[in-house]
């Protein structure tokens, strides 16, 4: 059965740093794109981070870029996000995401989602 479980959310002061986990289970981590997206209420979904799964380069949206890092443990399964210098507007819900297109089909997979609240 395939999962993804985020975790290290929580509560943090404005120019605070928070790690967030990703932990994959029921298939390979690395065959698949793998992404972070959060999201505010009442707005679409935003991505933050995404890798490749053929060349292994990560690009970031514009609001983390030079804030967020994101990495793999592909022994664990893992993928993280380094969140550093957060801002009140980095307040949202965030997802990890899995995607794999072939030929045979697609695969995407959502984690349930973990909170980030930033105060000023």
């Known amino acids: 059965e395939v999962h993804l479980v985020e975790s290290g959310g929580g509560t943090v002061q404005a120019g605070g740093s928070l790690r967030l986990s990703c932990a994959a289970s029921?298939?390979?981590?690395?065959?698949?794109?793998r992404g972070w997206f959060r999201q505010v209420p009442g707005k679409a979904r935003e991505a933050i981070s995404c890798v490749g799964s053929s060349d292994g380069s990560t690009t970031y949206g514009d609001s983390v870029k030079g804030r967020f890092t994101m990495s793999s443990d592909d022994a664990e399964n893992t993928v993280y996000l380094q969140m550093n210098r957060l801002k009140p507007e980095d307040t949202a819900v965030y997802y990890c995401n899995a995607d794999q297109r072939t030929a045979w089909g697609i695969h995407n997979y959502w984690g349930q989602g973990t909170q980030v609240t930033v105060s000023s």
């Open positions: 029921g298939f390979l981590f690395d065959d698949y794109a």
